[in-house]
Each structure stands twice: as structure tokens, then as C-alpha cells.
């Protein structure tokens, strides 16, 4: 049992980690410099966000668990990632979206091997951010955008005991839930090449809480791409009647590359 509730722990602190994940020119912040043309101007985005993970998770019927894992505690443990955004806009109206995907798993040995010889934990996340955005404040040196928008959760963990009299049987426990958002995004312009930017969303929706802030340094590199390097912190507060509980805090450093088209 403490092999298995082990498993489960590593699971959790997995599940939530989109590592790994927000964008850092992105759903939440707008391109470097005002957009004077018109008609409208496409921009994608992937990064990379080395997040740890901290908070509180139950799963399977099982007593609430202490999440304390760091980046490199969940890179081990990863399978698959994948994480964009995308955003066009046309004068001050902007449309932005934010896709984060990540597959973990973990093995563990049980105590002693006659039910089943290890358990291996399996986790799937899905966040899935769309939104809205309008520029209030706009001049030669940045812009400040009021933006609203939904993101979608999911998060499934599938535990399978192998070998011994028990092998092949497995469990599965999850949640979906969709969370409303409203905030500020924003940059400022230090020099043609060099600006800072940042933004700030919360909401709820299925979860009591959710909300995520950022800031950091870019660097144009030419008209078409540049290179963003910040901070992020993302966190979310969720349960349900069945005993599915997340409540947790995402934080690391973020890096991406943005292609303007």
C-alpha cells in the first residue's frame, strides 16, 4: 500500500505539470511592439517552462498527499510535452490561445511481489487557454490589453498492477472542468531591440481559484522572430464530490520563440 500511495503522490505531482508550462509572447502578452498597420497579424509561439510543482492532490479514494517536486523530479518522469500559443490581432483587438500537453509515468516495486510485482502509474494533462483582448492603453514605446477568457483542464491517471496473481488490472480516476479568466497583459519598449512584458489573469469556474502571472525580458531579433526569457507562476484550486482534489502551484522559469507573420 505505501508503494502504491507512493505511485499515486508521483502521479500527482506530475499530472498538473504542463513542464513544463502558459507563452511567454502569448495568451497572456502581447507582441513587443504596437501594431500600427492594418488588417490583421498572426503570431505563433513555442516555449519551454521549467516549472516545479507544490501543493496539496487526492486521487483514487485515497488520503490527501503533500506535492513538493521539483523541475528536474518531473523531467525524469516525462514522456511526452508539447506547448504553443497563438494569437492574431488587428489594431487593438487581439485573439490568443494557449495549448499545454503532457504525458508522465511512473513504476514502483510493491512490497512483496505476491498481488502484483510493481505498479505503474500513467498521467495525462491537458490546459487549453482562449481568449479575448483589447488595448486600453497604446503609444509608440508598448500597449496594455484588458483581456477575458476560458481554460479548460483535464487530467487523467491510470494505475496498472503487473505481474503476480492481480497483473493487467487497472484503475482510472480523473477530472474535466472549465475555468473563467480576466486580466491585463502587457509590454514597454526600453529600445527598438530590448522590451519587458508581463501579465496577470484569475478566475474560477469549476475550481474555486485560478490564476496565472508573468514577467520578463525580450529581444527582437528581426521583424519576424523574438526571443522572450521570464518568469511564470500558475496556480489552481480544484475538487469535486467524488474525492478528485487538486490545489497547486506551478512556478519556473519560461522561454519562447515567437514567429510573426
Do not use: H
Not at 128 to 135: F, K, M, N, Q
Not at 158 to 173: K, Q, V
Amino acid at each position: 500500500m505505501k508503494s502504491l500511495v507512493k505511485a499515486c503522490l508521483i502521479s500527482a505531482a506530475l499530472s498538473s505539470t504542463p513542464a513544463v508550462a502558459a507563452d511567454i509572447v502569448s495568451a497572456s502578452a502581447p507582441e513587443p511592439a504596437p501594431i500600427t498597420e492594418s488588417g490583421w497579424t498572426y503570431a505563433i509561439t513555442p516555449y519551454f517552462w521549467a516549472a516545479g510543482l507544490s501543493g496539496e492532490t487526492s486521487q483514487f479514494d485515497l488520503p490527501v498527499i503533500e506535492m513538493d517536486a521539483s523541475f528536474s523530479d518531473i523531467f525524469d518522469n516525462l514522456d511526452f510535452a508539447a506547448m504553443a500559443i497563438g494569437e492574431a490581432r488587428n489594431g487593438p483587438y487581439s485573439l490568443f490561445g494557449d495549448v499545454i500537453y503532457t504525458k508522465l509515468s511512473a513504476e514502483s516495486p510493491t512490497p512483496r511481489g505476491e498481488l502484483a510485482t510493481t505498479v505503474e502509474v500513467e498521467t495525462s494533462t491537458f490546459a487549453g487557454l482562449a481568449g479575448v483582448g483589447y488595448s486600453v492603453l497604446e503609444g509608440a514605446s508598448g500597449r496594455l490589453d484588458v483581456v477575458g477568457g476560458i481554460r479548460v483542464w483535464s487530467v487523467d491517471t491510470d494505475i496498472t498492477l503487473n505481474g503476480g496473481s492481480w497483473d493487467g488490472a487497472t484503475r482510472s480516476d480523473g477530472a474535466t472542468w472549465v475555468d473563467g479568466l480576466v486580466g491585463v497583459r502587457g509590454n514597454f519598449a526600453f529600445t527598438p531591440r530590448f522590451y519587458a512584458m508581463g501579465w496577470g489573469l484569475v478566475g474560477a469556474g469549476g475550481a474555486d481559484i485560478d490564476w496565472d502571472v508573468a514577467a520578463g525580458v525580450g529581444y527582437n531579433i528581426n521583424d519576424t522572430f523574438s526571443a522572450t526569457l521570464g518568469y511564470r507562476a500558475l496556480g489552481v484550486d480544484y475538487s469535486n464530490d467524488d474525492g478528485f482534489l487538486f490545489d497547486a502551484v506551478q512556478q519556473g522559469p519560461i522561454a519562447g520563440l515567437t514567429i510573426r507573420f
